[in-house]
Structure formats: C-alpha cells, structure tokens
C-alpha cells in the first residue's frame, strides 16, 4: 500500500515537470532571434511582404525576425532549407503561390510541401493584372477574346517565366476563353514588361505590385483583373471573372515552419500574426503594394493550399507546362 502511494506520487510529480517544461516553453519563446527564409530573390513580392511583416513582429514579439534570401529553381531551395531546419519554431518559412504550383510542376523534389512543411499563417493576397499596351487592338477583354479568337497563334503572352504565376494565370485564361497564345518565358518580370512596352509581346498577367504604376500613368492597359471581385486598388478595371464565369487567380503569402514544430509554437506565431494585420498602418503598408489582408487560423491556410494545389496540378498537366 505504501509503495502503491509513492509510486502514485512519483507519477504524479513527474506529470507536474512535464506541465511546468511545457508552459515554461511556450511563455519563454521567443528567447532568440527567428530566422524567415524566403525562397525568392531581395526586391521581389515576398521579400517585400516578409520585410514588411517581419519587422512588425520583431517589435510586437520582441526578437529580430532576420530575412534571408534563398532563391533559386522556383523558391524549391529556400524551402529545401526550411524542411530540414530544426522544428523549435526559430527557422520559418516564407510561403507563396509558387509553393503550391511547384507540387505538380516538378515530380522530383527532395520533399513534399504538404508534408513537410506545417502551415502557420496567411498574411496577404493579391491580384494579377492583364496587360496590353495602349495600341493593342483590344480594349476590354471580350475584344481581347475576338480579336484572339480571329487572329489565332498572332498574340505572345509573355510571364516571368515558366511554371510561375503570370503564366499559369495566362495558361487558365488561354483553357477557360478558348484562345490560342503563344507563351513566351522571360527571366523574371523586368525584361516582359520591357517587351510588352515595346511592342514586341501583346499580353501579360502580372502581380499589382510590379505593374500598377504603369497603368497608372498611362503606359499600359489594364483589361481585367484576376481576382474574383475587383480590386481596391483598381476599382475600375473589371474582373475578368466578369467574362469569362468562374475564372480566377491570385498571388498569396504566409508563413510555414518544419513539419513537427509544436503546436504551441505555431499557435503563438498564428496568433501574433494575426495580430499586426489588424493594425490600421500595416494594412496600409500593404496596400501600398498593392496588397490586401488574408488571415485565418493554421488549418484555414492548410485547406487554402491544398485547393490551390489541386487548382494548379490541372493547369500544369493540362497545357503540359514544364519547369525552366
């Protein structure tokens, strides 16, 4: 009986240990600096929103959230990085639209993104613009149809490059209106929009924040939007959804950590992310870029990415979309 008594008491002393490291652990973190991987070159979309995000919870949590670029083969490396980084909630990784078209696009990574990586948070959203310049035919985009549907295999749709968002945005238009383009892969953004000013390309699906102060000022034209509804920051230009029933597409960003991180960890990240995105001036900075809010709880970002790779696997298979 005495030695059912101690037994029971050692049990249930160690049950108190196990509770204390547990709430120790999860009031004391972050007790360093976290690192934000982003998968994508300084100056692009996600380098922005993850500076931006980032430097609000350095003071909200009181760390430094440190960028660090890891580009290459379509952000596969920096995720690569992520995946195999220790699970304490130090290493996180900043996700974006190409990690879901990237499941399809290539059959052979080193990980499977659902698996390895646990979703955290989402931060933003945004639209693509369609983009002519100014003395294309087409004005709107049922002329922008005809005129392709009249002049089959005539219009070069450039993007960014293969397998990224401009193009199988462009590659869904091309299925859902029934119009023959030829794609054009540029290196990045830059050198497209360069050549659709100049003439030598007809269209492009860009992200707002690359594009928008061309329309603005004239030296492109804004057909439609790629967004369900119109944009805030283009209220004017119509949805293309608005032409062509159930199209849509956008760019996203949020934040994903190693496979097995603790969940506290991440309910603590989801919560303080959550959190600046309340702040009227941080809405503000997105929009600045052309961005708008997009939060939800860990599982809401899950189902998001899930859908959105299951949108993207038939997009890829379909027009035989292949990476560079």
């Known amino acids: 009986m005495i030695s059912s008594r101690r ?5 249930a002393g160690t049950l108190a240990i196990l509770a204390t490291t547990h709430g120790a652990r ?3 973190y972050p007790s360093r600096p976290i690192r934000w991987i982003v998968p994508f ?3 692009g979309p996600s380098d922005i929103l993850a500076r931006l995000t980032g430097q609000s919870l350095s003071e909200r949590m009181g760390v430094p959230f440190v960028i660090e670029n890891r580009s290459g083969a379509s952000g ?3 995720t690569q990085a992520v995946v195999g980084a220790p699970a304490d909630g130090y290493t996180l990784l900043f996700v ?4 879901a078209i990237n499941a399809t696009l290539y059959p052979n990574l080193g990980f499977n993104f659902v698996r390895d990586i646990a979703p955290v948070a989402s931060i933003a959203r945004g639209a693509l613009i369609m983009l002519v310049a100014p003395s294309f035919a087409a004005k709107t985009v049922p002329d922008f149809i005809a005129y392709a549907k009249a002049t089959p295999g005539t219009i070069n749709m450039a993007s960014a490059g293969n397998g990224t968002p401009p193009h199988v945005a462009g590659e869904l238009f091309k299925a859902m209106a029934g119009v023959d383009m030829l794609h054009v892969p540029y290196r990045g953004v830059a050198p497209a929009i360069t050549d659709l000013l100049g003439g030598q390309m007809q269209v492009l699906f860009d992200p707002v924040p690359s594009s928008i102060e061309y329309v603005r000022t004239g030296k492109l034209r804004a057909l439609g939007v790629t967004t369900a509804q119109r944009s805030e920051f283009l209220p004017d230009v119509a949805a293309i959804g608005e032409f062509v029933p159930g199209y849509e597409a956008s760019t996203w960003f949020g934040a994903g950590a190693p496979r097995d991180t603790p969940p506290e960890i991440i309910r603590t990240l989801n919560s303080e992310i959550n959190a600046i995105l309340a702040y009227p001036t941080m809405r503000a900075r997105l929009a600045d870029v052309g961005a708008s809010v997009f939060t ?3 599982v809401d970002f899950k189902k998001h990415i899930l859908d959105e790779i299951d949108k993207w696997a038939t997009v890829v298979r379909f027009a ?3 990476p560079d």
């Open 26 to 28: 999860a009031q004391t």
């Open 296 to 298: 939800g709880s860990p």
């Open 76 to 78: 596969n490396i920096g």
């Open 96 to 99: 974006a639209a190409p990690n």
């Open 320 to 322: 035989g979309v292949k």
């Open 7 to 11: 037994n029971l008491l050692r049990f």
């Open 41 to 43: 070159p300084a100056g």
